[in-house]
């Protein structure tokens, strides 16, 4: 145990080349699925916020429900689309970095846009009173509470990339762990340990657990200052 901890310590140091691009493309496929994920999550959380229609209430439960959405449904789903049978074969994006994009979206799109819309549905409460007085329009309504709550929504949006980098099935399913192309921290671990190459899955866990953890440390700062500016 110590012998392995010791050699992905060396790893660490050394930064390996198969490290850095593993680490790399995570960083890449999780950035790009949390922007999309965001642009998408955040003003649909929000309009469902300030919205009131029938089926509303049935919608926001879905979309509740969503936010634990197994991984390995979301790859078999996307696999499905994308395979040459599916929807989206022709578009080949199976086995491919984009191919896992689209699932880490998936994952990320409704806790983004659950969490957005409690806190949005939570700042309406107190706004819609001064809104109605001004005129303001719903899709004005919107932009401003998402403006407003920015601080608080920038934790949902961290949730969502922790949610993306710690994901192992779906991306599994629809990106083949193709080493070299397709290979992310979580499937390397998978991988190497079976493998028995326990430094290397080591380095990587350390790795994943440290981007992890700062992600809690910035999610914890950025709601302190924000509570701060309030006070």
């Excluded at 809104?131 to 929504?153: E, H, K, M, N, T």
């Excluded at 710690?166 to 397709?182: C, K, L, P, Q, R």
Aim: hydrophobic share 55%.
């Amino acid at each position: 145990m110590f012998a392995t901890l010791a050699d992905a310590l060396s790893l660490l140091g050394h930064f390996d080349q198969r490290l850095l691009e593993i680490v790399g493309l995570s960083l890449r496929v999780s950035l790009t699925a949390l922007l999309i994920g965001a642009l998408l999550g955040l003003p649909f959380g929000a309009w469902l916020a300030v919205s009131r229609f029938p089926g509303r209430t049935a919608l926001v439960v879905g979309l509740n429900a969503l936010m634990g959405l197994p991984s390995v449904v979301v790859g078999v789903l996307v696999y499905l689309a994308l395979s040459r049978s599916g929807p989206f074969g022709s578009l080949g994006l199976l086995f491919s970095p984009a191919a896992m994009v689209v699932a880490q979206t998936l994952l990320v799109l409704p806790l983004i846009a659950a969490v957005s819309r409690q806190i949005v549905e939570d700042a309406w409460k107190d706004y819609a009173p001064e809104f109605s007085l001004l005129g303001i329009g719903r899709p004005q309504a919107v932009a401003l509470l998402l403006a407003d709550c920015r601080f608080s929504l920038s934790v949902a949006t961290l949730a969502g990339l922790g949610r993306a980098m710690s994901e192992v099935g779906a991306v599994m399913i629809v990106g083949g762990n193709i080493d070299g192309y397709t290979r992310v921290m979580t499937t390397a671990i998978a991988l190497e340990t079976s493998k028995g190459d326990l430094a290397l899955s080591v380095a990587l866990g350390l790795v994943l657990m440290s981007l992890i953890l700062g992600i809690n440390v910035v999610a914890h700062g950025v709601r302190g200052w924000a509570a701060r500016r309030v006070g």
